[in-house]
């Protein structure tokens, strides 16, 4: 089993900042893609950030430029750092982790955009 533990949501103004972290864990053999995606309330969930385990990223076109992805493949965590953010930036943010061929998910950490 794969266990992910996300952090760094929150309540934040128009134009601030937030970093998202996601610590996997357990029987990990070889973590391949790792990513961020969202879920706004009434919409379904979509791509925010992805990067594989050779550091390629890729991003939707609605955060590109005010979104980082990143990973540090020796803690086996993934860091999303999310600038100038915008209302529109609000929903529930869940971590995705392949081992494998395998997909995992976590549990999703609310972010919050407004002032």
């Known amino acids: 089993q794969v266990q992910l533990v996300e952090s760094g949501g929150g309540l934040v103004q128009p134009g601030g900042s937030l970093r998202l972290s996601c610590a996997a864990s357990?029987?990990?053999?070889?973590?391949?893609?790792m990513g961020w995606y969202r879920q706004a309330p009434g919409k379904e969930r979509e791509l925010v950030a992805t990067i594989t385990s050779g550091g390629v990223t890729n991003y939707a076109g609605s955060v590109k430029g005010r979104f980082t992805i990143s990973r540090d493949n020796a803690k086996n965590t993934v860091y999303l750092q999310m600038n100038s953010l915008k209302p529109e930036d609000t929903a529930v943010y869940y971590c995705?982790?392949?081992?494998?061929?395998?997909?995992?998910w976590g549990q999703g950490t609310q972010v919050t955009v407004s002032s």
């Open positions: 995705l982790t392949v081992v494998g061929a395998r997909p995992y």
């Open positions: 357990g029987s990990i053999f070889s973590i391949n893609t």
